[in-house]
């Protein structure tokens, strides 16, 4: 794992978190769910480990492939995509991802994360923000 890339760093309490990218996750399997955009995954995680157009063959377009400090491997992805059949959802729309892993540990860290992200720099303050300047336009 020592070419493994550093791309999602937070602090929590004392104790700093690193999830990094892995190629290590064979024999993972559908663990949940979490619903979040593409952009939110991207802001948290990084640029997806996988991704490829839309293709009636492909079964996955978009994959996040990590491991947490705690040696969990996680799995992020958007399985059969045929509910936006022919293309993927809109990058700021929230979408029902699938989360792998080898327990219930990878949902957890995955949803910690995520709500981890909607601190003060958070995607939802991002959002919130742009919205208000939308409307407070006159």
């Known amino acids: 794992m020592n070419d493994s ?8 309490n004392t104790s700093k978190v ?8 064979e024999g993972t399997s559908l ?5 979040a955009s593409y ?5 948290v995680f990084g640029k997806p480990s996988y991704k490829t157009p839309f293709s009636e063959t492909e079964k996955i377009t978009t994959a996040w492939d990590l491991e947490f ?24 729309e929230e ?8 327990d219930q540990n ?8 995520l709500k981890q992200s909607k601190g003060s720099n958070g995607f ?10 939308m409307f407070d336009k006159k």
């Open 18 to 25: 690193s999830v990094k990218q892995t190629n290590d996750t």
């Open 39 to 43: 952009n939110q995954l991207v802001e």
């Open 106 to 113: 990878a949902v957890y860290l995955v949803k910690n994360a």
């Open 5 to 12: 890339k550093l791309i999602w760093e937070a602090y929590t």
């Open 31 to 35: 663990q949940g769910h979490v619903d």
């Open 69 to 92: 400090p705690s040696g969990v491997i996680v799995t992020i992805y958007n399985w059969k995509n045929y509910e936006n059949y022919g293309k993927d959802p809109e990058p700021d």
């Open 95 to 102: 979408y029902e991802w699938h989360v792998g892993g080898y």
């Open 124 to 133: 939802v303050d991002k959002m919130k923000n742009k919205f208000s300047r």
